[in-house]
């Protein structure tokens, strides 16, 4: 069964610092894009930033360009973000996903809150 | 940034009858490699997205065939041929086209 397993979400005060992780099974990373996608407390979702297979092409929404992080380690078959000073607006829950563009089955974690407040 | 625009935002149905979702982008969707990277999405209350539908008119693989996409450009639409109690949730549509990705707001589809 393929699964994806997100952990790390926390309360933080602004400019906190955290690191979440997404542990994948079922399948094995190295041969994919994966994904962070966040969604406001009853809101709509945005997407958050990529990586490519080896790690080396990272893309990022400007609103976290230069505070956050994507990062893999295919051995150890998990995606990570690394999110440092954070801010009100960042407050979400945080999900992970195996995601193609094209044909192929995507697969989306059931998602890590992450709350910013002091 | 592309700007996704969805309508309604709230769609009120009835059991066993059709429903049909718009979405409009601010810019073409075709990329620059020529595909048009165009994608619907479901949310149902308390779960995690779940993608339907890929490059505009594509079903995932265990998606209803009552669902269908169409369009091309910047015009998009999500239709359910009979929308069943299962189908209640948000929709939002979504383009890969540029960086960086943008959804549309949503559309909460509800039984009447």
């Known amino acids: 069964e393929v699964q994806l397993v997100e952990s790390g979400g926390d309360l933080v005060q602004p400019g906190g610092s955290l690191r979440l992780t997404c542990v994948a099974s079922?399948?094995?990373?190295?041969?994919?894009?994966m994904i962070w996608v966040r969604q406001a407390p009853g809101r709509g979702l945005e997407w958050v930033a990529n990586?490519?297979?080896?790690?080396?092409?990272?893309q990022y929404v400007d609103s976290v360009k230069g505070r956050f992080t994507i990062s893999r380690d295919n051995a150890k078959n998990s995606l990570y973000l690394q999110m440092n000073s954070l801010r009100a607006e960042d407050t979400a829950i945080y999900y992970c996903?195996?995601?193609?563009?094209?044909?192929?089955?995507?697969?989306w974690g059931q998602g890590t809150l992450v709350t910013v407040s002091s | 940034d592309v700007v996704m625009t969805q309508s309604p935002l709230s769609l009120p149905v009835t059991l066993g009858q059709p429903a049909s979702i718009s979405c409009r982008s601010s810019?073409?969707?075709?990329?620059?490699?020529?595909?048009?990277?165009f994608i619907w999405f479901q949310q149902r209350p308390g779960q995690s997205p779940r993608r339907l539908v890929y490059?505009?008119?594509n079903r995932d693989s265990g998606v209803p065939d009552r669902f269908s996409g169409s369009g091309s450009g910047t015009d998009f639409t999500l239709k359910i041929s009979r929308v069943e109690a299962e189908d209640v949730g948000v929709y939002y549509c979504?383009?890969?086209?540029?960086?960086?990705?943008?959804f549309g707001q949503g559309t909460k589809v509800e039984i009447k």
């Open positions: 079922g399948f094995t990373i190295s041969n994919y894009w």
């Open positions: 990586i490519n297979q080896d790690g080396n092409a990272k």
């Open positions: 996903a195996k995601f193609t563009r094209s044909a192929g089955d995507t697969y």
């Open positions: 979504m383009q890969g086209s540029h960086w960086p990705w943008t």
């Open positions: 810019q073409s969707l075709v990329s620059s490699d020529g595909n048009t990277y």
């Open positions: 490059k505009v008119s």
